[in-house]
């Protein structure tokens, strides 16, 4: 579907952040020329001091602030190409959110939330990392290595050959160790992890592994892991323990080849040859071109990393979103009866039909208890008049329009839901009745906390309804009181209740009734029971 969602998240972010961008272009470049420019400023610093020249001190000033400049404008590179990361990740998740909007219920029940949650936090992470580490630094290191050996050419002709010839080596050489230092690093974050799971195992079992004297046996599964991770973070040091002496040594060997090469004079002192203050702006180019070429190598894994997550937030764009049927009427019809399930056939599975040719009639005000075996299909009867489900065949009807055409704005002045678990929301008591709608007024809060008899209770609170919600405030009843309120405070014309008193003591489950007694009237409710009881002298229907 969106198979250039990160390209559109960057063309987004620069037509929305144009100075940003610009300014970020600017820094790069700025950044990569500061780097450039101490070295020249210090060869000619050296050569006037080799050659009893006069040396200003504005000069020595120019190449203090030179270099510390440079330095500024690094920090400053790296920052906006944070913030422009950041910037473009927003756009992709906000993306990946109006996404989400449009996903069937049939994927969430496909794909369990750790998925889910991991593209939008550790895949969309990866690409903010492809910014921060990746594409863009991997372009100004490229940049400026060709910069410096441009440089080094022009003063010493025979170095930059030198350095054509070395620098493939020492990329290899880089990756090499990278690679080793990422698989150790990996092997030892597996050795903590089955510590960290191994000690809670132990104490969780402690009297069987007592009563069984298995204490030396857990005692060595707990050394191996230990020595297992010791071993590992072994190799990564000693991996980069010995990787910068090796450049050092390498940068040490370059710049001795061409001052032993120029001493022999002829021919190879014009082609190494160089003044004084030359060779100490050669050293400096040649200490500085190892940095970037280092960090190539990181760049290119991060890459590749970010690649994989780039293809799994493509696939999540990619889902088949909720389908919309343009024949349905404009609007619910108040004549029609309020529910109406016409030879419905469903199933979760192509090869297992749960419902089999049901067919189900309810009026407007009529108040019906579905009731049945566990699996019968009574909950997925709910999913279907609230469309999150479209029946393979058949028809579901509410006031005469088809249940998966209904608008998300009309539903929940359809629809008031109550399940047998309060899902709670982040805020207050007052966000868990209104769900952040801010269409509900307080008169509907107020006349819906009253029906189920809670006003008073909240009322009590230090700070009433702005109270940050907590399980540990009400009982597991005054929760399920609260859910009805939930559930009704939008006036809707129908009720559908989930199995509401189960689990619940015969005391609370009164004032449930109590209050299901008033929130019921004049109004279709349809509720699901195991037990053969109809609320509110309604009728039973049973579900096989």
Known sequence: M????????????????RKLSMLLIVTVISSIVAGLIPPLVLEWIINALTGRRELSLPAIILYFVLFSLSGILDARKES?????????????????????????????????????????VGDVDTVET???????????????IFSILAIVFVKSPGLGILMLFVLPLLYLLTRFFQKRMLAAQMDHRQAI???????????HSIRMLHNLNKEQYMEKRYDTYIQDGFRAINRSNFCDAIYSPIIITVSTVLVAVMMILSARGGWLMTFFGMSVGTAVAVMSYVGKIFEPL??????????QSAAAGIQRIHAFLSETEEAIFPEASDSPSAD??????????????TDKEILQG?????????HITLIGRTGAGKSTVFKLLLGLYEPW????????????????????????YVEQTFHAVSGSILDQITLNDSTISMEQVQKALHTVDLWHTIQGFSEGLDTPYQDALFSQGQIQLLSIARAIVSDPQILLLDEITANLDSDMEQKIWKALQQASRNRTMLSISHRLYAYNGGKCITIT
């Open 358 to 366: 049901l067919t189900l009639t309810v009026l407007p005000g009529e």
């Open 193 to 203: 992890g089955r510590v960290n799971h191994h000690i809670p195992d132990t104490i």
């Open 294 to 303: 280092e960090s190539i190598g990181m760049e290119i894994q991060n890459i």
């Open 393 to 416: 065949d058949g028809t579901v009807e509410i006031y005469g329009q088809n249940a998966g055409c209904i608008e998300p704005s009309q539903k929940r002045k359809l629809f008031g």
């Open 80 to 120: 906006l190409i944070t913030v422009f990361g950041q910037k473009v990740t927003h756009h992709i998740r906000s993306m990946m959110c109006r996404k989400l909007k449009s996903l069937p219920a049939d994927y969430y029940t496909k794909q369990d939330t750790g998925t889910t949650v991991s593209r939008f």
């Open 336 to 349: 029609a009866p309020a529910i109406r399930l016409q030879n419905v056939h469903f199933g979760y599975e």
């Open 130 to 144: 492809l910014f921060t580490s990746g594409i863009i630094g991997m372009a100004a290191d490229i940049c400026r």
């Open 2 to 17: 969106r198979h250039s969602a990160v390209m559109q998240a960057v063309k987004e972010t620069i037509s929305d952040h």
